[in-house]
């Protein structure tokens, strides 16, 4: 038997537009093109969230124009 460990390959990450939590001690956040509301509450302790950016894999949200508040 012959084990072996898989080659990972590694993912592509990017700058990201994100949303963080302004309550201390909390650690909720969420990226832009995922929320549906254009300034979101905290999912975890409903506190107001800032505007932040994070170095993350790269994904695709065929959903990103479909924000509820305008």
């Known amino acids: 038997m012959n084990f072996r460990k898989k080659t990972l390959e590694e993912i592509p990450t990017e700058q990201t537009a994100i949303w963080s939590c302004t309550m ?10 995922f929320a549906f ?11 107001p ?5 994070r170095m993350l ?3 695709i949200n065929s959903n990103a124009d479909r924000k509820s508040f305008r």
Do not use: I
């Open 57 to 59: 894999p790269s994904l």
């Open 37 to 47: 509301e254009h300034e979101p509450s905290c999912p975890l302790c409903a506190s």
């Open 24 to 33: 201390d001690g909390c650690k909720g956040w969420m990226r832009d093109n």
């Open 49 to 53: 969230m800032v505007s932040d950016t």
